[in-house]
């Protein structure tokens, strides 16, 4: 897969995380319900599902999709990772997640 290929799934991956989190956000405060509720729950393991498959289909073996999505919130909280050839990525965009995806698997 080319990192123009995997860009283009990545940043469709996230837009669908921005529209469902919206959407979830409008609806809690329509009916004001608690993020423990079965909804929720549902709702957020659909994701987390759709978050595995597309981490098979792309090889992230070390769960970057899922640290990038949760510890660096989808870039709003951008960490630093480091490499194993010393090289450090500030993960604050798809395209420095594409870029440590590809470096995995080189």
């Known amino acids: 897969m080319t990192r123009d290929e995997l860009i283009t799934l990545l940043k469709k991956w996230q ?4 529209r469902l989190e919206a959407q979830m956000d409008a ?3 329509v009916v004001h319900m608690a993020p423990e509720s079965p909804l929720f729950e549902a709702v957020w393991a659909a994701w987390d599902g759709y978050t595995d498959m597309l981490a098979r ?4 073996g070390g769960d970057w999709l899922a640290y990038y999505c949760w510890e660096c919130r989808m870039g709003e909280n951008p960490l630093e990772v480091h490499l194993t050839d010393d090289r450090h990525v500030l993960m604050d965009s798809i395209e420095a997640l594409a870029d440590v995806l590809m470096f995995d698997n080189a």
């Open 15 to 18: 837009d669908t995380h921005t």
């Open 27 to 29: 609806l809690t405060a």
């Open 57 to 60: 289909t792309v090889g992230d």
